[in-house]
């Protein structure tokens, strides 16, 4: 894989820069989580004091799906805000995610 934050040959710089860095950490969680089991995937540490792998994805999904409208000068539409969001929950906490298989989390990615 080759990670040279080049875009696009109809983008911007600047897009092109921002659009191959979502894409490139798209294929490097890719490789990084590729065999996961679903065990791993909603770990939680030893005293789920800490933020899953399943709840981190969705973080990085949201966060990259904002980042994408924001490239494109648009509002982040409301049908994609409650299919993908929210980015935080009422206590300032990445929102709880279970039960939702690596595979389910990707392909939604």
Same mark, same amino acid.
Request: hydrophobic content about 35%.
């Given at each position: &894989?080759? /990670?040279? #934050?080049?875009? @696009?040959?109809?983008?911007?710089?600047?897009?092109? %820069?921002?659009?191959?860095?979502?894409?490139?950490? =798209?294929?490097?969680?890719?490789? %990084?989580? +590729?065999?996961? =089991?679903?065990? @791993?995937? +909603? /770990?939680?540490?030893?005293?789920?004091?800490?933020?899953?792998?399943?709840? #981190?994805?969705?973080?990085?999904?949201?966060? +990259?799906?904002?980042?994408?409208?924001?490239?494109?000068?648009?509002?982040?539409?409301?049908?994609?805000?409650?299919? /993908?969001?929210?980015? #935080?929950?009422?206590?300032?906490?990445?929102?709880?995610?279970?039960? &939702?298989? #690596?595979?389910?989390? &990707?392909?939604?990615?």
């Amino acid at each position: &894989m080759l /990670y040279d #934050l080049q875009g @696009e040959a109809n983008m911007s710089p600047i897009v092109g %820069i921002l659009y191959s860095a979502v894409e490139e950490n =798209s294929q490097r969680l890719q490789v %990084i989580t +590729d065999g996961m =089991s679903n065990e @791993e995937v +909603d /770990y939680k540490g030893l005293n789920n004091n800490f933020n899953s792998t399943a709840q #981190l994805i969705k973080h990085i999904m949201y966060v +990259d799906l904002n980042w994408v409208y924001r490239m494109k000068d648009q509002p982040l539409p409301h049908h994609l805000k409650e299919q /993908y969001g929210p980015m #935080l929950d009422a206590n300032n906490r990445l929102p709880m995610v279970k039960g &939702m298989s #690596l595979n389910t989390l &990707m392909s939604k990615y």
